[in-house]
C-alpha cells in the first residue's frame, strides 16, 4: 500500500517568512495529493490540492510543488501570519475518496511573533 | 449548504461496550468515508461508502464495521472497545467518491 512520509514534524518561522512542508510518497500510481490544515480541536479543513498532471499549483499565499519523477510534493506558504498556526497534513492517493486518502503524520507550524 | 454533521461530538465508554457514531454528508454528496485520528498513529482510513455499498475498507479489525443508508447518512460502530479505540473518529463526504472530501467535526471517543 501507500507510504506517505512527512518532514519536519515541527516548523517554528518569524512572522513574514516562509515555509515549506515536504512529503514524499511510495506509490508510483498516487495521482491526488491535498493538503489539510488543524487548528487544535477542529477538523482538518482542505487548503490546496495537485493532480498528477500537474506540477505547481497557486492559491494567494500557498502553493504546492509536485515532481513525479522524485515522488515527492512540497507546501509553500509565503509571508507567514499568526492565524497560520496549526497542524498540516499531507496526503495521497491513486484512487480518489473511494480507496481512502493516506496521510502524513503531520507537521505543527508555529508562527513566532 | 451544510456541512458534514457528527453525531455524537464527545462520548466515553467503558472497555467491552460498544458505540455507534453517526454522519450526515454534505447534501448531494453520495460518497462518505471514515477516519480514526490519534496522536501516535495520525489520520487512518478505516472504510468508505457509497450508495450503500462498502467500497474500500483500511487495515483495522473486524470490530469496526460501518453501513450507509438511502438517503446516503453513514454510521460506523465499534463493538467490545479497548482502550486503544480512544481516538477522534471523523467522517468525510465526496460527490460520487471523488479526489475531494470534506471532513466532519468529528466524533472524540474515550475508553476507560
Known amino acids: 500500500g501507500e507510504n506517505v512520509e512527512q518532514h519536519p514534524s515541527t516548523l517554528s518561522v518569524q512572522e513574514g517568512d516562509s515555509a515549506v512542508i515536504k512529503c514524499t510518497y511510495s506509490?508510483?500510481?498516487?495521482?491526488?495529493f491535498p493538503w489539510y490544515k488543524q487548528e487544535l480541536g477542529k477538523r482538518p479543513q482542505l487548503i490546496i490540492d495537485i493532480r498528477s498532471n500537474v506540477g505547481e499549483k497557486k492559491d494567494q499565499r500557498i502553493a504546492v510543488t509536485l515532481n513525479k519523477t522524485a515522488k515527492h510534493f512540497s507546501l509553500h506558504i509565503t509571508e507567514t501570519q499568526p492565524e497560520d498556526s496549526a497542524v498540516y497534513f499531507c496526503?495521497?492517493?491513486?484512487?480518489?475518496?473511494?480507496?481512502?486518502?493516506?496521510f502524513g503524520k503531520g507537521t505543527h507550524l508555529i508562527i513566532q511573533p | 449548504k451544510a456541512g458534514v454533521t457528527q453525531t455524537p461530538r464527545y462520548l466515553i465508554k467503558t472497555r467491552g461496550q460498544q458505540v455507534t457514531l453517526s454522519c450526515s454528508p454534505i447534501?448531494?454528496?453520495?460518497?462518505v468515508s471514515w477516519y480514526q485520528q490519534t496522536p501516535g498513529q495520525g489520520l487512518q482510513f478505516l472504510f468508505e461508502?457509497?450508495?450503500?455499498?462498502?467500497?474500500n475498507k483500511g487495515n483495522f479489525p473486524g470490530r469496526f464495521s460501518g453501513r450507509q443508508f438511502s438517503n446516503s447518512r453513514s454510521e460506523m460502530n465499534v463493538s467490545t472497545l479497548e482502550l486503544g479505540d480512544s481516538a477522534l473518529y471523523l467522517c468525510a463526504s465526496s460527490s460520487d467518491g471523488g479526489n475531494t472530501i470534506y471532513f466532519g467535526e468529528g466524533s472524540w471517543l474515550t475508553v476507560v
Open positions: 461508502y457509497f450508495s450503500e455499498t462498502q467500497r
Open positions: 447534501s448531494g454528496h453520495r460518497s
Open positions: 506509490d508510483s500510481a498516487s495521482n491526488y
Open positions: 496526503a495521497a492517493t491513486s484512487g480518489g475518496g473511494a480507496d481512502g486518502l493516506t
